[in-house]
């Protein structure tokens, strides 16, 4: 599909960077190589997509619980999980530029992704890009070190002597932190199979090659939801878990012609079936969560290595199981990548102005409202309105500039609604409530607008 959209990454990153949304990380210092920082309306935005997917996975489904395990977890836990011997990406060095590359990363990109690198060998891959000429996209030179394997855990070590120090590591997942917790939460919920165990929280990934603004960076959060059912049930809950994904993103917004499913090729020896979903982000078509029916090799292995039953007995039957999980997992900064680059729309205006929009499906925008006063001898009455709403939602107040610039200012952070206070207010007590997207106008009274700001954001 080849559409004309308005929104590129640079695009976004400059709107971000210039209207609170997300700074690069550590700025003052000239910035720490792919790390960023939220800002005051982006972590607002952040945190509502959070709490939209705990919402829908977690409070509305009547089977699943919440956790939120340390991330500083046993160094064992990824021996079990198979992270310390196999959490590696191939990276290659050019040997003129001195820059460091994926391998498999380099194919997709020359081949234009019509080549799966990750059915390939370490060295199919080297010789591909030998006979192939693909070069390095620094220098332009096809002169690299033979691939290794490079693993992607940071480590730290625990310990006040440096004789005693043992390595542990920032938890590249936040799925080990559900797995182990699996009997604690069984036994404390009473919860029967089957049940699910939710994580929002943050990981590490020292990646190889990081970048394209929040698609890939070293430290980001998950949304992971595991879901553990008996064997035989479980490609039941693998459909279940694809279509549920896919409707999450549609309901905050994401046209369902920028979505689409994708299977894995190669699956992890333990899979039985795999597939992300992918969005078509400002780079093209990349992934945006993934589905995967685990069996039961989580558990079985961290029963292998704790020592500890996994096993679930039915209460009825008696039949005792390790169960199937199914795993749902996604990217909290990534799926803010793909809701800014929904959102994002140019619109020129009748003035022959260009309007930048952002569409953020209302549940979603950072302030629900902005209150204006028409003119500042009007601020005492809009700050009575904003501290009364500022009960039930966020909102914000602005009194500065012409209310064109105002407005045009709302509409960059996606602010659905812009109510402005003027003489009429003083004497009836109604306000003009201005719709972000149709930029239409309606007057309500002041004691309406709690009800017509909850419906609409509701999801
Ligand atoms: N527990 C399974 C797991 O971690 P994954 O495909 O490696 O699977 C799941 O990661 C999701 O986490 C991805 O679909 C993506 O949304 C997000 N993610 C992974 N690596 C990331 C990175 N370096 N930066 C931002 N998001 C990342």
Known sequence: MEEKR???????????????????????????????????????IKNNLKKLWWKRFVQQADNSYGVDAAILMNARVWEASGHTASFSD?????KF???????????????????????????????????????????????FTPIRQFNLMFETSRGVTEEGQNKIYLRPETAQGEFVNFLNVQRTTRAKVPFGIAQIGKAFRNEVTPGNFIFRTIEFEQMEHQFFCKEGTDGEYYEFYKKAAMQFLIDLHI????????????????AKAACDIQYYFPIGWSELNGIHNRTNYDLSRHQEYSGKSMLYV?????????????????????????????????????????????????????????ILPLQKNLSEKAKEVYKKLAEYFPVTYDEAGSIGKRYRRQDEIGTPMCITIDFDTLENDTVTVRDRDSMEQIRLNISELKDHIDEQIKF
């Open 6 to 44: 308005a929104v590129t990454m640079d695009k976004l990153v400059n709107l971000c960077k210039g209207r609170g949304i997300i700074f690069p990380g550590s700025d003052i210092y000239g910035g720490m190589g792919n790390t960023w920082d939220y800002g005051p309306v982006g972590v607002e």
């Open 97 to 143: 530029c001195k820059t460091r590359h994926r391998a498999d990363n380099l194919i997709e990109a020359h081949s234009h992704g019509t080549v799966n690198p990750d059915t390939m060998t370490n060295e199919e891959m080297e010789a591909y890009i030998k006979e192939h000429n693909v070069v390095c996209p620094k220098c332009g030179k096809c002169d």
């Open 314 to 370: 039915d209460p009825v039957s008696g039949e005792k199981y390790i169960p199937y999980d199914i795993e749902y997992s996604i990217g909290a900064d990534r799926l803010m990548l793909a809701v800014l680059s929904e959102a994002y729309d140019e619109e020129t205006l009748e003035n022959g102005e260009t309007r930048v929009v952002m569409h953020f499906h209302p549940a979603v925008a950072a302030y629900k409202a902005a």
């Open 90 to 94: 191939p990276k290659m060095d050019c």
């Open 255 to 270: 046209s369902a012609d920028h979505l689409r499913f994708k299977d894995h090729d190669k699956l992890a020896h333990y």
